[in-house]
């Protein structure tokens, strides 16, 4: 984006990036990962538990697990910031 849409030169950003990009936000970046797999992954199987048998129901569910998902997941990502924050990572 930034070398397509600002005409920034390759060089230069690949520098920047360098100069930004440290081993501890890598590694914060893995474990946010990490966290988002696994409240996907809890979402999914609590919604897909908690589902009726008919086709409505599961369709349902698929929506209700989408919705815990990205409720989770916005509310984990506060909770690491801050605590990334406290601990000044």
Known sequence: MGVG???INP???LNRTQETLT???VWIGLFHSAVFGVLVAL???LRGMQCGRSASDVGYA???AV???IVSIILATAIITF???V???
């Open 83 to 85: 605590m990334c924050e």
């Open 43 to 45: 979402s999914g199987c």
């Open 87 to 89: 601990l000044k990572l």
């Open 11 to 13: 060089i230069e950003y």
């Open 23 to 25: 081993l501890t936000t």
């Open 62 to 64: 698929a929506t209700s």
């Open 67 to 69: 919705v815990t998902s």
């Open 5 to 7: 849409l600002l005409d």
